[in-house]
């Protein structure tokens, strides 16, 4: 059986990464900052028999990773999905507004580093495999001169994974920064993917993903995305 992680679960794409490893009979480990309040996501693990278990993770709270951790007991994962992020003001390019700038970097960008490093003897136990969903705005060459935090918080997610990708690869761990697309979710409702499409792609890569491919950065569809 297949063991995974996702944060951010409780709508959008982490829900329906939850959802699609649901079907292929993963045991999945859903995180999300108020599980009591993620109705589409208790409905999941209610039909599940056990196999999708719902935990408490602000992804900035060193006191829910370590929760969590301890939650886990050792118990192995093949998969740890990085999904949990924000947008930010997407127009914010203030100096009188840092704070909302670093609260976008905490998120988006420490946060995923901090919770692969914790849940690495976990992932140790597994196939060893850390997914960051990044952004297709986190490329230089796609850089529009908006969104300035949130752009630079997914390029500076890139550049921590790789470089987590070099110090790890001795080690056998596959870590890869996706892409997903122009995806439909709430926050997104002019997207033009389905989640249910463009997770389903990353899922079968996913799965073929090997040594070779650690350090990449692809979009849903496999294709290299320039830095």
């Known amino acids: 059986m297949t063991d995974v992680l996702v944060t951010g679960a409780n709508r959008g794409i ?6 699609q490893y649901k079907a292929q009979g993963a045991r999945v480990y859903a995180c999300c900052r108020t599980p009591e309040k993620a109705d589409d996501l208790n409905r999941i693990a209610q039909s599940s028999k056990g196999k999708v278990t719902l935990h408490r993770l602000d992804v900035t709270s060193e006191d829910d990773i370590k929760g969590l951790v301890n939650v886990l007991d050792g118990a192995p994962l093949d998969i ?5 992020g924000i947008s930010g003001d997407l127009h914010m390019f203030e100096p009188a507004e840092p704070k909302k700038w670093e609260e976008v970097l905490r998120v988006n960008t420490i946060a995923p580093f901090r919770i692969a490093w914790s849940l690495r003897s976990n992932l ?3 196939t060893r495999k850390i997914i960051n969903i990044s952004s297709g705005r986190g490329s230089h060459s796609r850089h529009r001169g908006d969104g300035i935090a949130y752009c630079s918080s997914k390029a500076a997610l890139n ?8 110090l790890w690869k001795e080690l056998n ?4 920064m996706f892409a997903p697309g122009v995806v439909i979710t709430d926050l997104n409702p002019g997207g033009r993917l389905t989640p249910e499409f463009s997770v389903g792609h ?4 996913i799965s073929g993903f090997t040594l ?3 350090g990449r950065y692809l979009n849903y569809e496999g294709k290299e995305v320039l830095w």
Do not use: P, Q, T
């Open 159 to 166: 550049s921590s994974m790789f470089g987590l990708s070099v």
């Open 14 to 19: 982490g829900l329906e990464f939850v959802r």
């Open 212 to 214: 070779a491919d650690s």
């Open 202 to 205: 990353m899922c079968e890569l």
């Open 124 to 126: 140790e136990k597994g």
């Open 80 to 84: 740890l999905i990085n999904n949990a």
């Open 173 to 176: 761990f596959i870590i890869v």
